[in-house]
């Protein structure tokens, strides 16, 4: 019988990673969340300082919150100006594919964070010669941890929400949901702790708090770094697999060893 893993996460940033490992089990990605731009007179205010060149430093979290900006600025007309202002200033990305989003769209990239956790993108972000004003580029749901962090050792920090995480209760969230049900899930991979979050509360909906915890125990658990472990270990569940990066390389060379065994 072959095992099956459910990442949940994008389907369209998962499954081209797994597909190279189709041999050891099936993967099924599904996302309970789904992202939305926030286009309102905010985003406005933030081309306007953009622009004025008041932002030393700009952090974009993921390649959704890229996305988003493209897409806003597109929509005003404004592209080509907050390409020429993001120039001037230092863009610092987390990973690779937010790297290589930014690059796609025309954004000049400074920097790469190693890994997508507070600690590292801090640290990443110290690096810089001199403080000033960095603006996050992330969603309405970041972590204010990574805020405080920055103010700590010296930096004023705006942060800027372009993108609103929604739950998504679709039909390959219900399939997931069932599969659980049924005990046909041998792995449940985690990225971020809004993606464990938002399944969860659905999980709940579903069948209650305490038979929640009961279906993942039938599970091996994994999570993409400390911060999604935390989440998970503060909701009782048990977690088996983390990497040694929260980054989605590491996430799946620590998830093939398993399924090698």
Not at 114 to 129: D, F, K, M, Y
Not at 183 to 208: I, Y
Not at 220 to 249: F, H, R, W
Request: a negative charge.
């Amino acid at each position: 019988m072959r095992k099956v893993v459910v990442i949940v996460g994008p389907p369209e940033r998962w499954m081209p990673l797994c597909r190279e490992h189709r041999q050891l089990a099936d993967f099924i990605c599904a996302s309970p969340l789904r992202a939305e731009p926030n286009d309102d007179s905010n985003f406005s205010l933030f081309l306007m300082d953009l622009f004025s060149g008041r932002f030393d430093v700009l952090v974009a979290t993921c390649p959704t919150a890229i996305d988003a900006v493209v897409t806003m600025a597109r929509k005003r007309k404004m592209l080509d100006r907050a390409k020429e202002a993001v120039a001037k200033a230092e863009l610092i990305v987390i990973g690779d594919r937010t790297a290589k989003s930014a690059e796609r769209n025309g954004l000049k990239v400074s920097s790469v964070a190693p890994e997508a956790t507070t600690e590292a993108l801090v640290q990443h972000i110290n690096s810089q010669p001199r403080r000033g004003t960095v603006a996050l580029l992330r969603s309405d749901q970041g972590s204010k941890l990574l805020e405080e962090g920055l103010k700590a050792t010296g930096w004023k920090v705006e942060d800027v929400p372009v993108y609103s995480l929604l739950l998504d209760e679709g039909e390959d969230m219900q399939d997931v949901m069932e599969r659980l049900d049924h005990g046909d899930v041998d792995v449940l991979v985690f990225p971020t702790p809004a993606h464990a979050q938002a399944f969860l509360v659905q999980l709940e909906e579903r069948c209650g708090e305490d038979e929640a915890l009961s279906l993942l125990e039938g599970s091996v658990i994994a999570a993409m770094g400390q911060e999604t472990k935390g989440k998970l270990e503060s909701y009782g569940i048990k977690v088996n697999l983390v990497p040694d990066k929260a980054e989605p390389s590491a996430l799946l060379r620590k998830l093939v060893d398993h399924l090698e065994l």
